[in-house]
């Protein structure tokens, strides 16, 4: 069995060289204004920075409410944080019994294996932890109580891989993960959680592919993605190597003020996953991470709108609308109700907002 040490990140390529990182490469982009530094340095000396050429490009420079630069560029209202945000708002750190473990759900557990991204989501919930400053990697001696805890515990079926973005792995180290997953015999299924192929779909090469598999292992991908734009002709060819060599692919998507807050682009966006061959799994309701409620709106609109969609997608189109109670007490649906009593019967609303009772009258 491999002795894990270090896991390496992968090289960067040559395009990533070009990743916006502070606020004077973003003005030089074209993508902030220079009256905004002093603000923007103060945002990023509390939060990490990183906009990839690929995310850069796919930005409308003309647009000034652009929902892909809303995702990923900076602003000054990040720095006004409100009483009810919370540093861990899902509360990991309650469920975390050994370092980059969180065991919440009693058949799955994730294994947050690195603390870096290739892009930083301005709304991300693990902003306090991630990025420069957290810890790259686990150290070896984590990693190797990481693994025991998983092994010790026969009721984990599933592990799920996050951190960070695991497909910041190099090819090599990932499949050596994989290895040490294969031989705990009682884990079955291996999730992975990541950005990259939206944002760096470079990195999502044929060995990473390859290393993403292992015998006795079933490997599922779920790719986080808000807006349909983000599916680049690159980010869909890197989905379509996955699909290609097997690999189910799930999304999980954020429902955020300005970006995706209206049926329209939530339908097309949920449409554009299942032609690349992805299942739209969660839409996340936003966490109460520090700094983030400029992209909240509350949960009466997200059952609106999902009322709205059931409609007119889909079911392979539709995902599962979620809210992550603070404080570690889980997921749950926010799925629209449909029922009220009537009676002996049940009134039932259809999508159009007809009343109908159940059972019918004979």
Same mark, same amino acid.
């Given at each position: 069995?491999?002795?894990?040490?270090?896991?390496?990140?992968?090289?960067?390529?040559?395009?990533?060289?070009?990743?916006?990182? $502070? =606020?004077?490469?973003?003005?030089?982009?074209?993508?902030?204004?220079?009256?905004?530094?002093?603000?923007?340095?103060?945002?990023?000396?509390?939060?990490?920075?990183?906009?990839?050429?690929?995310?850069?490009?796919?930005?409308?420079?003309?647009?000034?409410?652009?929902?892909?630069?809303?995702?990923?560029?900076?602003?000054?209202?990040?720095?006004?944080?409100?009483?009810?945000?919370?540093?861990?708002?899902?509360?990991?750190?309650?469920?975390?019994?050994?370092?980059?473990?969180?065991?919440?759900?009693?058949?799955?557990?994730?294994?947050?294996?690195?603390?870096?991204?290739?892009?930083?989501?301005?709304?991300?919930?693990?902003?306090?932890?991630?990025?420069?400053?957290?810890?790259?990697?686990?150290?070896?001696?984590?990693?190797?109580?990481?693994?025991?805890?998983?092994?010790?515990?026969?009721?984990?079926?599933?592990?799920?891989?996050?951190?960070?973005?695991?497909?910041?792995?190099?090819?090599?180290?990932?499949?050596?993960?994989?290895?040490?997953?294969?031989?705990? $015999?009682?884990?079955?299924?291996?999730?992975?959680?990541?950005?990259?192929?939206?944002?760096?779909?470079?990195?999502?090469?044929?060995?990473?592919?390859?290393?993403?598999?292992?015998?006795?292992?079933? $490997?599922?991908?779920?790719?986080?993605?808000?807006?349909?734009?983000?599916?680049?002709?690159?980010?869909?060819?890197?989905?379509?190597?996955?699909?290609?060599?097997?690999?189910?692919?799930?999304?999980?998507?954020?429902?955020?003020?300005?970006?995706?807050?209206?049926?329209?682009?939530?339908?097309?966006?949920?449409?554009?996953?299942?032609?690349?061959?992805?299942?739209?799994?969660?839409?996340?309701?936003?966490?109460?991470?520090?700094?983030?409620?400029?992209?909240?709106?509350?949960?009466?609109?997200?059952?609106?709108?999902?009322?709205?969609?059931?409609?007119?997608? $889909?079911?392979?189109?539709?995902?599962?609308?979620?809210?992550?109670?603070?404080? =570690?007490?889980?997921?749950?649906?926010?799925?629209?109700?449909?029922?009220?009593?009537?009676?002996?019967?049940?009134?039932?609303?259809?999508?159009? =907002?007809?009343?109908?009772?159940?059972?019918?009258?004979?």
């Amino acid at each position: 069995m491999p002795n894990l040490l270090l896991p390496n990140l992968l090289p960067l390529p040559a395009r990533d060289q070009g990743t916006l990182r $502070s =606020g004077d490469d973003l003005v030089a982009a074209g993508l902030a204004d220079a009256r905004d530094l002093e603000a923007l340095a103060h945002v990023a000396g509390r939060y990490a920075v990183a906009v990839t050429p690929t995310l850069a490009d796919a930005i409308d420079r003309a647009d000034p409410t652009d929902p892909i630069a809303r995702q990923f560029v900076p602003h000054p209202a990040e720095l006004e944080v409100r009483p009810e945000e919370l540093a861990d708002p899902i509360g990991d750190e309650a469920h975390s019994p050994v370092p980059g473990i969180v065991h919440r759900y009693p058949d799955r557990a994730l294994l947050k294996i690195v603390g870096v991204c290739a892009v930083y989501c301005r709304f991300c919930f693990r902003r306090e932890m991630v990025g420069p400053g957290a810890a790259a990697v686990l150290s070896p001696e984590a990693l190797e109580r990481a693994f025991a805890y998983l092994a010790t515990h026969p009721e984990i079926w599933e592990v799920i891989l996050t951190g960070g973005d695991p497909f910041m792995l190099s090819p090599r180290r990932m499949g050596e993960v994989m290895a040490r997953l294969a031989a705990i $015999s009682h884990v079955k299924i291996v999730r992975f959680h990541t950005r990259v192929p939206i944002a760096a779909p470079e990195r999502v090469s044929d060995a990473l592919v390859d290393a993403l598999k292992a015998p006795g292992l079933t $490997s599922y991908v779920a790719v986080h993605v808000n807006h349909a734009r983000e599916l680049t002709p690159v980010a869909r060819a890197a989905l379509a190597r996955m699909a290609d060599a097997g690999i189910p692919l799930l999304s999980q998507s954020v429902l955020l003020r300005g970006v995706n807050d209206d049926a329209d682009t939530l339908a097309t966006l949920f449409r554009s996953l299942v032609e690349c061959r992805v299942k739209p799994y969660y839409l996340h309701h936003p966490d109460l991470a520090p700094g983030t409620a400029h992209f909240r709106l509350d949960i009466a609109r997200g059952q609106e709108l999902m009322r709205a969609l059931r409609g007119r997608l $889909s079911g392979i189109a539709l995902p599962t609308y979620v809210l992550d109670i603070p404080g =570690g007490a889980g997921k749950v649906p926010l799925t629209p109700g449909h029922l009220a009593p009537a009676g002996t019967r049940l009134a039932v609303s259809d999508n159009c =907002g007809g009343v109908h009772l159940y059972p019918p009258e004979a």
